[in-house]
């Protein structure tokens, strides 16, 4: 690949200009291999953030992330592939019961995922929680618990799209991850170079989304899933309110807690009705029409996967997960109907408490988040337990307490309430 000039990639994209394909190809392998340093990328980062990209342009840039590195090849499976990526939210633990759910009713589900990033949870963290459970598996690993249980989530290999693991790590410290071009190139990057046939995503919109708006996550979806088809994979989008967190947790081991929950047959409707509807598209789009997931929830067989699946990489489903050290209650100060919950304020809260990190390298706390004892809708007394705050490191209450401050709304008694559907619009 011939040299170029960084600078001059920089002001392209600073001038509003497009970037030439030999420039995007240039520029994600120079900064793959080390010779474009970390502040001229931010700077295109940013300018990229500031001036977006044109459809063609985000196509060339995700081609090029996904040539920087290894492609996985699924076909050597007995069943069809389906995968689901969400653009993360709070509370969004819908991967756990859904990943061994879709398997039980027949399709092998690659799960690559990721940690959490900012206010919002990771798979990955989440399942560390349980006792002896790891994430890193070597590709034939993989394929092994893949071709054994038909589910597994572990983390992304090393050799996979490494230009979108650095931008990422660089992004989540310059303020440019919420940006539609951004956001695409490095989803549909992995899940294309991961080699799933087909993939069913979860844009989350609302105040604990990045996407804040309906128009911009419709403008995400239909980016991602023009990029996935046309590299092959049947791709389709669910748009989900994150108004709300999903679930009555956010938080790494309260959130495993929940999905057992599920299942098992329980849980909160929310998240037993996302998890249905994901899985009924996975089911679709994976060509298995007739599978039942409603079913697989409540014989058992979603509930035997997901103990296979978790033995599988070491852990012991049947261990108790861990608890925090302490614990403070956050009452409802006047009784009335809850009106507002605001997912955001309680995905910072959690992070505050430990369940999310501030650097890459930081530890998370397998025990810390947030509980709910009431979601938009219900009526509540005063004086009863509206959160629970749970930590190892109480000097952190009053800080994740901050954050609360008009997180919610409670009108009078008889206040109505219109609940947001659990699935806002389909596209794909
Ligand atoms: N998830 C990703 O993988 N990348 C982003 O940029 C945002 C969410």
């Known amino acids: 690949m011939a040299a170029m000039d960084v600078i001059s990639v920089i002001r392209t994209k600073r001038d509003r200009a497009r970037l030439t394909d030999e420039q995007i190809d240039w520029v994600i392998d120079a900064y793959t291999r080390g010779e474009v340093a970390d502040e001229q ?5 940013m300018a990229i953030f500031l001036n977006g990209m044109e459809r063609d342009e985000i196509a060339r840039w995700t081609a090029a992330m996904i040539a920087s590195g290894e492609r996985m090849d699924f076909s050597s499976l007995p069943r069809p592939t389906a995968d689901k990526h969400s653009t993360g939210g709070v509370g969004d633990k819908i991967t756990l019961p859904l990943a061994p759910l879709v398997a039980a009713c027949g399709a092998a589900v690659p799960q690559l995922s990721g940690r959490g990033l900012g206010h919002t949870g990771g798979t990955l963290d989440k399942l560390e929680s349980i006792p002896g459970w790891r994430a890193l598996l070597s590709n034939d690993e ?27 790590a660089l992004r989540d410290v310059t303020g440019t991850v919420e940006s539609i071009p951004l956001i695409a190139s490095s989803i549909m990057s992995k899940k294309i170079a991961e080699g799933t046939g087909s993939l069913v995503l979860d844009v989350k919109v609302g105040s604990g989304a990045f996407m804040k708006n309906i128009d911009d996550a419709r403008e995400l979806a239909r980016t991602m899933v023009g990029l996935g088809t046309d590299h092959g994979v049947k791709t389709v989008a669910l748009l989900t309110d ?3 967190p999903l679930g009555l947790t956010a938080g790494n081991a309260l959130e495993v807690r929940e999905s057992v929950e599920v299942l098992a047959g329980g849980g909160p409707s929310d998240v037993v009705e996302l998890t249905l509807a994901l899985a009924r598209e996975m089911l679709d789009a994976a060509g298995l029409k007739d599978a039942d997931p409603a079913k697989a929830l409540a014989d058992g067989s979603a509930m035997d996967a997901w103990r296979r699946m978790i033995a599988a990489q070491g852990g012991d489903p049947d261990a108790a997960l861990p608890t925090a050290r302490e614990t403070q209650v956050i009452t409802a100060p006047t009784s009335g109907v809850l009106t507002r919950l605001d997912a955001y304020a309680v995905g910072v809260a959690a992070w505050r408490l430990g369940a999310g990190r501030a650097r890459k390298e930081d530890p998370v706390q397998a025990a810390a988040g947030v509980e709910l004892h009431a979601k938009p809708g219900e009526s509540v007394t005063a004086g009863q337990p509206l959160l629970t705050l749970h930590t190892d490191t109480p000097e952190k209450f009053d800080y994740a307490q901050q954050a609360l401050t008009d997180s919610y709304d409670i009108g009078p008694a008889g206040t109505s309430y219109e609940p947001n559907p659990v699935v806002l619009d389909r596209i794909g």
Not at 41 to 45: I, R, W
Request: hydrophobic share 60%.
């Open 41 to 45: 990328m931010s700077a295109l980062a």
């Open 142 to 168: 993989m394929l092994a618990v893949l071709r054994d249980v038909g589910a597994v989530v572990c983390a992304a290999g090393d050799g996979l799209a490494p230009a979108d693991k650095k931008l990422y």
């Open 242 to 244: 994150m108004a709300t």
